[in-house]
């Protein structure tokens, strides 16, 4: 599977690398985006259920954009891996960390998922509050540390191309 993957990677790295990339960027930056553009403006929008309403409308909306790129950054990022693990040294090491940032902001962004399909259920039930206090955690926390983690992988990946 390495040999193959190595092959693969040596053929096509420029598609491969520009597809994780492309695929970080949308992730990284539609999260940045939402968390600093589209958050802030909808705060202004004064009837709760209509802020509500468009907060789990746009927020649905990026989770389902990501998703696609959230699987084309596994793909390109094992084949990658695969082929950085196969020269070892320094960058198996780098390899590993983002394997494991990835993870931690797959199982994150699932949980978000998870916690914005709870809110949109309360929310067509009437519990207006329960919605609200369900979104609360993905601003304030859940968010930021995708954002972060994310941060820290395009870090590593950039230290990584330089090995």
Same mark, same amino acid.
């Not at 409308?57 to 998703?67: A, D, H, P, S, T």
């Not at 940032?101 to 998922?113: C, D, K």
């Not at 207006?128 to 979104?135: C, E, N, V």
């Given at each position: 599977?390495?040999?193959f993957?190595?092959?693969i990677f040596?053929n096509?790295a420029?598609?491969i690398?520009?597809l994780?990339v492309?695929?970080?960027i949308?992730?990284?930056?539609?999260?940045?985006?939402?968390?600093?553009?589209?958050h802030p403006?909808?705060?202004?929008?004064e009837e709760?259920?209509?802020r509500l309403a468009r907060?789990?409308?746009?927020?649905?909306? @990026?989770?389902?954009?990501?998703l696609?790129f959230?699987?084309?950054? @596994?793909?390109t990022?094992?084949?990658?891996?695969l082929a950085y693990?196969a020269a070892?040294?320094?960058?198996?090491?780098?390899?590993?960390?983002?394997?494991?940032?990835w993870t931690?902001?797959?199982v994150n962004?699932?949980?978000?998922?998870r916690?914005?399909?709870?809110a949109?259920?309360c929310?067509?039930?009437?519990?207006?509050?329960?919605?609200k206090?369900?979104l609360e955690p993905?601003?304030?926390?859940m968010?930021?540390l995708?954002?972060?983690l994310?941060?820290?992988?395009?870090?590593?990946?950039?230290?990584?191309?330089?090995?």
């Amino acid at each position: 599977m390495r040999e193959f993957a190595v092959e693969i990677f040596n053929n096509y790295a420029f598609v491969i690398l520009f597809l994780h990339v492309l695929g970080a960027i949308v992730w990284v930056g539609g999260m940045i985006g939402m968390r600093i553009a589209v958050h802030p403006a909808l705060q202004h929008i004064e009837e709760p259920k209509v802020r509500l309403a468009r907060t789990l409308e746009m927020v649905g909306n @990026l989770f389902r954009l990501v998703l696609p790129f959230i699987l084309l950054l @596994l793909l390109t990022g094992l084949v990658m891996g695969l082929a950085y693990g196969a020269a070892g040294g320094k960058s198996a090491g780098l390899v590993h960390m983002k394997e494991a940032i990835w993870t931690l902001m797959t199982v994150n962004y699932a949980l978000m998922v998870r916690r914005r399909n709870f809110a949109e259920r309360c929310f067509v039930s009437g519990d207006l509050a329960g919605a609200k206090k369900a979104l609360e955690p993905l601003a304030k926390m859940m968010l930021p540390l995708n954002i972060l983690l994310g941060l820290v992988a395009l870090a590593a990946g950039i230290a990584l191309r330089g090995f």
